[in-house]
């Protein structure tokens, strides 16, 4: 019996110590106290209208500096920040964030632009979720027709009814709904059908092998037409060089953002691209790493 129990205890031990590796664990304990010690940053990625290279909006993406491990991608952080339940907090913190620039950039006379903000289905089911939103958007005397509530496909298989009335209630004040990573989830016609959707992302995954990949350009083709079709707004993600550029444009695709145009950056390097209106998509300079 002894021996069973101790075998059980081991096979526990070792699956977890494989499944998580050290840096996630401490990761996940660091989450509680970021927040508050302020090493959180919100920077910007341009999007383009692919047909005259102007920049028209911006894209939220949350980073995490980190004391010891620096960088922390939100791929590496998100989904603990789901776990622990420090998500809601976190998308308020980036949501007054974005609120706080984007007052500044009109401030100081800039054109009204869209930008979007990522949002996990956590957030979505939090009681009075629109009327925060408002709530913030409303202390800086903010229009909420500027934000985009980006959602990815997989949250919509969960609580479909409630999902729906929130998008509803957002899209009732004038905030736009898109379908992020479109493609790679349970992309289910059903959704587009029963759902009001304003614009739909065509994931990176999609957009990396076209023109040369057939498969991947004929999606990419299909999706475009669909949402003309249905009059929803396209967002081509990952645009990383000239070939998938002109193929885009030659398709009609209105938007696009990548790093053949520029990296997400700092509040402060996309102010400096603001400044000039026109993002020149460029292969050397751009693609280089992000800078910190
Ligand atoms: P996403 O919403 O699909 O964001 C686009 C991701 O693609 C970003 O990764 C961006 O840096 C990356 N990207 C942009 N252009 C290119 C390109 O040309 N090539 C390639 N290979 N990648 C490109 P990032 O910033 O690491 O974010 C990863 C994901 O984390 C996001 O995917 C989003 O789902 C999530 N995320 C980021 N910020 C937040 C946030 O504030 N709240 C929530 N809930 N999720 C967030
Ligand atoms: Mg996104
Ligand atoms: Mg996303
Ligand atoms: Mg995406």
Known sequence: QAKKEGKNKYVIFSSQVNIES????????????????????????????????????????????????GMVSPGEFISLAEEIGVIVSLGNWVLREVCRNYRQWLNEGLPAMKISVNYSGIQLFEK???????????????????????????????????IKSSIRA?????????????????????????????????????????????????????IITLARDLGIKLVAEGVENAEQLSFLRYLN?????????????????????????ICEPNYVSNLSKEQH
Not at 177 to 194: E, K, Q
């Open 170 to 222: 957002l899209q009732a004040v004038g905030i736009k709904v898109a379908l992020d990573d479109f493609g790679t989830g349970y992309s289910s016609f059903a959704y587009l059908h029963r759902l009001k959707i304003d614009f739909l992302k065509i994931d990176c995954s999609f957009i990396r092998d076209i023109p040369l990949n057939n498969k991947s350009t004929l999606i990419t083709k299909s």
């Open 128 to 162: 009075d979720f629109v009327e925060n939103i408002l709530k913030t958007v409303a202390e800086f005397e903010l229009d909420p027709h500027f934000l985009i509530v980006e959602l990815t496909e997989s949250i919509l298989i969960h609580e479909f009814k409630s």
């Open 22 to 69: 050290y840096k996630q664990f401490m990761l996940r304990n660091d989450l509680h106290a970021a927040l508050e010690n302020e090493q959180f940053q919100v920077y910007y990625q341009p999007f383009i209208k692919l047909r005259t290279n102007e920049i028209i909006g911006a894209e939220a993406l949350i980073r995490w500096k980190h004391p010891k491990w």
């Open 253 to 277: 695709c209105y938007t696009g953002q990548g790093y053949f145009y520029s990296r997400p950056v700092p509040k402060i390097d996309f102010e400096q691209l603001l400044a000039k209106k």
